[in-house]
């Protein structure tokens, strides 16, 4: 399993804007940061693994760190699944419910401190679809269709694409078609007697690598010059 880290580099302005209190007093200065935490995303099913938050800064006298999480100072004196390497944060025997939140270090020495931004860590996954068949959608040729994916409950990235009729026969985009990543909606416009057959929504976190299927919704062509809706438990449709 992959512990995704997005670390980011400071340029000197924004240093010194992060800055507490930094007092240059001769051959000795404030702590500047050399790289700030980033937002984790971890894979739920990485319970065992570590995971850690990166934090480091130069100053003279080299810095120390502290680090809190939702705003209350970590004692890591305290803490037997928390330990510093350096000024990162090692988390080891992740738990969901003590490790989900935003963190924060400090870079402090005799001089001054700065205080980094703030880093979430949260855990990616994603559930299985309810099962329930999906009612038939019916449309007359030439309308448009919008096939609602659904998505189950999930955090992480997510990627979407349909499956028409079996696996691995998947919906080509063209300029009737289109998936939509943001919602995993189907779009058919001007539908044709070749899009008649069933649709399979497929969800994949790009996080866990998850993946999971929708049951089937059949697509349908009316020939009285209505168009029928019959949406299933939780379904829609739209016209346009």
Not at 4 to 30: K, M, T
Not at 138 to 145: I, P
């Amino acid at each position: 399993m992959r512990i995704i880290n997005h670390l980011r580099e400071i340029p000197f302005q924004a240093q010194v804007q992060s800055c507490v209190y930094c007092l240059d007093s001769g051959s000795y200065h404030g702590p500047r940061w050399r790289m700030e935490p980033g937002d984790l995303f971890i894979p739920v099913d990485s319970i065992e693994e570590e995971a850690t938050l990166t934090c480091d800064a130069k100053g003279t006298p080299p810095p120390q760190y502290r680090w809190s999480l939702n705003g209350t100072h970590i004692n890591l004196g305290l803490d037997r699944r928390r330990r510093l390497s350096g000024g990162n944060l090692i988390i080891s025997s992740l738990d969901r419910q003590q490790d989900v939140g935003l963190y924060q270090c400090m870079a402090y020495n005799t001089v001054g401190a700065i205080l980094s931004r703030r880093a979430s860590l949260q855990f990616a996954y994603l559930d299985h679809f309810k099962v329930h068949t999906r009612s038939a959608v019916s449309v007359r040729e030439g309308q448009g269709v919008v096939l609602l994916c659904g998505t189950p409950t999930s955090s992480g990235d997510l990627t979407y694409a349909w499956v028409f009729n079996e696996y691995p026969y998947f919906v080509q985009q063209d300029n009737r078609r289109f998936v939509s990543q943001q919602t995993g909606n189907l779009y058919i416009a001007k539908v044709e007697p070749s899009d008649v057959g069933n649709y399979t929504c497929v969800v994949m976190n790009s996080i866990t690598k998850g993946k999971v299927h929708s049951s089937p919704t059949s697509l349908i062509l009316r020939t009285d010059g209505k168009t029928q809706l019959l949406p299933g438990p939780g379904d829609h449709l739209e016209e346009s």
